[in-house]
């Protein structure tokens, strides 16, 4: 099993942070990697299509969204474009005070096709690259 986790300091208040995450269907509003996302339905059990710029689609499931924790946690549809299959992701809001915040973005997955290492090396990478999306685009606003 893969495990990845990404911790990111975001000069903005966890609340307006937040805002941004717990919108699960608008994650294309901020996520560069991403040519386009669609939201279908609401809330849990919501889902995502979304469609990176290199054209691979991948459709996720809201599995979770507590609002007084800050945490959201969603799966990715098998059959997974990615090499890995059995995705569940978590993605958390905690306050520092001062107005920052942290957001912890982690995942836990079944490798296919590729190792442990390299699944964890190339989740690691999007929430990184996601994170520091999010840090721009909030700042920004």
């Known amino acids: 099993m893969a495990n990845a986790s990404v911790r990111g300091t975001i000069q903005a ?8 995450i717990r ?25 995502r299509i979304s469609t990176f710029k290199d054209g691979v689609k991948v459709t996720e499931t809201l ?6 924790s800050r945490v959201l946690r ?7 474009p ?5 995705y569940v992701s978590k993605v958390q809001v905690n306050d520092l ?10 995942a836990e997955c079944d490798p296919d096709g590729s190792s442990d290492e390299e699944v964890t090396k190339m989740l690691e990478g999007f929430f990184k690259e996601a994170i520091d999306d999010l840090s721009r685009v909030v700042s920004a606003g």
């Open 97 to 106: 005070g001062d107005g920052t915040c942290e957001v912890v973005w982690s």
């Open 82 to 86: 990615f090499p890995m299959k059995n």
């Open 13 to 20: 208040p966890a609340d307006r942070v937040w805002a941004f």
């Open 63 to 68: 599995l979770e969204l507590d609002e007084t």
């Open 23 to 47: 919108d699960f269907g608008a994650i294309g509003d901020w996520f560069g990697a991403l040519a386009e996302c669609q939201g279908v339905g609401s809330g849990v059990g919501m889902q």
């Open 74 to 80: 969603y799966d990715v549809q098998d059959p997974n």
